[in-house]
Structure formats: structure tokens, C-alpha cells
């Protein structure tokens, strides 16, 4: 269960890189502020994308490499006919030797870019998911009341913590961060959606909360809720069912991707 964090972290206790990062862009381009790759003298983790692009990039960062050029600042890369690219947009690249001892600083700086996620639930589906987020721009907070149910290993990208009770993990998510809940019980199930919405109407920082179960299942924890003073407005923040729809399969590897679609749906 390796992410790209991690696949770079292993090669750079062995060897030296260039770090490429798109810094900005202009109009159309082939990736966001913020994606990066890094560049081996074989081989690369990840990809900036573009094609022509990456090509070209990858040449320079092997020329500061080996120490045949230097590149000061932020380097303009227009996508017109210059590299042969129909996007049209600009491209800001940043280039950055790195080295064994620059590890720490890159985890924390990598991971700390992505999207937070606060996965209640160490089972089945929380695991494949689990594993699924690892490859996308998601840093994982994977939270379960229960001892020994998380793996030994995990990536960079993902936190684990024993909340007990589960539900007061809520109070101390990272702003933003999309929540799913999977626990092992319905009543633990329930008691993180109260917390989630209590949080929602102090501070309005959760923009996606996934329940998992079915339309009956959200039917009665409506019930129970409206019991409780939450007001249809209040629910509706919730997604339960969670997944992206026409997806029917319920082994769990097939819920992670519907899961995982929708999440990034909810990105924007």
C-alpha cells in the first residue's frame, strides 16, 4: 500500500533527485498548482502531464542533475508551438535538487498539500478504501474505536487513530477535511453524524459527510436526528447512500471506487 509519497521517499534514501513542481498556470493546462514529479536519473515518480511538456522538463531537471545547468526561479513554459501543445495555456515550473536529508521537509510538505479525509471504520470497505486514497491527492486521518485493526505498514498519507468514544475524533479534524463514516456499529455510526453536524453548525468546515448503508438505514437515523432537533436542512448535508450512483457491486473494493469517484466529485 505504497503512494507516490512513499515510492519517492524509498528511492531518495538511495539516490539523489530533481523535484518538479508546477507552481502556476494560465488558461489551459495539463495539471494543477501544486502537482509534481520527480525526476531520477532513470525513471520518474509521477507526472507533471502535457506530453511535450513533461519530455522537455525532464531533460532539464536531468541537466541540473548532473550538474551541467543551473535553473534560478520559476521557469515559463507557454503550451502553444514552441512545444508543439494544442492546450494553449502557460505552465510555471519550479526545479529542486533533492537529496536523503531533505526527506522530512518533503513528507511534511507533500502530504500536507493534499485533501484531508477523515475515514471512520477499520473494516472491509474502510481498508480497501484505504488503500484506493493512497494513489489519489487525498492525506487519510483513519480513525476506529477498536485496538488492532489497522495494518502494520501504511503510507505517508495516512494517519491512524484510536478515538474512544469515535465520535470525539470530530472535534479535533483538520478544517475541510470530507468525512466518511463506516464504523462497525450502527450506534457508533450515529453518534459521529451528531458530532459532524454539531460541528457543521459551529463551524461549517465539513464540505462532504458520507454515510455508508442504504436509503432504509438513512431513513431511520432521519428519524432518530429529527428526534434530536437537527432540521431537514441540517440533514441534507449528509450523503447516505454514499458512492456515485449506477455502481451496484457491494465487495468492498467496488465500493472504494464509488466512494472514491465521489469524493473527487465533491472537489470541484
Known amino acids: 500500500m505504497n503512494g507516490l509519497v512513499d515510492q519517492l521517499l524509498a528511492r ?10 508546477v507552481e502556476s498556470t494560465q488558461g489551459s493546462a495539463p495539471r494543477e498548482a501544486g502537482t509534481w514529479m520527480a525526476v531520477w536519473a532513470e525513471g520518474l515518480t509521477g507526472t507533471i502531464g502535457g506530453g511535450q511538456l513533461e519530455f522537455q522538463a525532464t531533460q532539464e531537471a536531468r541537466e541540473l542533475l548532473a550538474g551541467r545547468r543551473a535553473i534560478d526561479g520559476i521557469e515559463r513554459y507557454p503550451l502553444g508551438p514552441s512545444l508543439g501543445q494544442c492546450c494553449g495555456g502557460v505552465v510555471f515550473l519550479s526545479y ?25 471504520g477499520g473494516g472491509h470497505v474502510g481498508a480497501a478504501l484505504a488503500r484506493l486514497l493512497a494513489g489519489l491527492p487525498f492525506s487519510v486521518r483513519w480513525i ?64 462532504y459527510i458520507g454515510l455508508i448503508g442504504s436509503k432504509t438505514k438513512w431513513a431511520t437515523f432521519s428519524h432518530r436526528l429529527e428526534a434530536r432537533g437537527f432540521t431537514p436542512g441540517e440533514l441534507a448535508r449528509i450523503t447516505c447512500p454514499i458512492g456515485v450512483p449506477g455502481i451496484t457491486g457491494k465487495e468492498p473494493e467496488v465500493i472504494a471506487v464509488a466512494v472514491a469517484a465521489q469524493l473527487l466529485q465533491s472537489l470541484g
Open 12 to 21: 531518495l534514501a538511495r539516490e539523489d533527485a530533481v523535484l518538479v513542481r
Open 144 to 207: 476506529d474505536s477498536r485496538d488492532g485493526v489497522f495494518p502494520d505498514a501504511l503510507p505517508a498519507q495516512i494517519e491512524t487513530e484510536h478515538s474512544e468514544p469515535v465520535q470525539d475524533a470530530v472535534a479535533g479534524l483538520a478544517p475541510g477535511s470530507r468525512v466518511l463514516i463506516m464504523s462497525f456499529s450502527h450506534a457508533e455510526d450515529l453518534d459521529i453524524v451528531i458530532a459532524c453536524l454539531k460541528r457543521l453548525r459551529t463551524h461549517d468546515d465539513l464540505p
Open 96 to 120: 529542486r535538487r533533492i537529496t536523503a536529508a531533505d526527506a522530512p521537509v518533503l513528507q511534511r510538505e507533500l502530504v500536507g498539500q493534499l485533501q484531508p479525509v477523515a475515514l471512520f
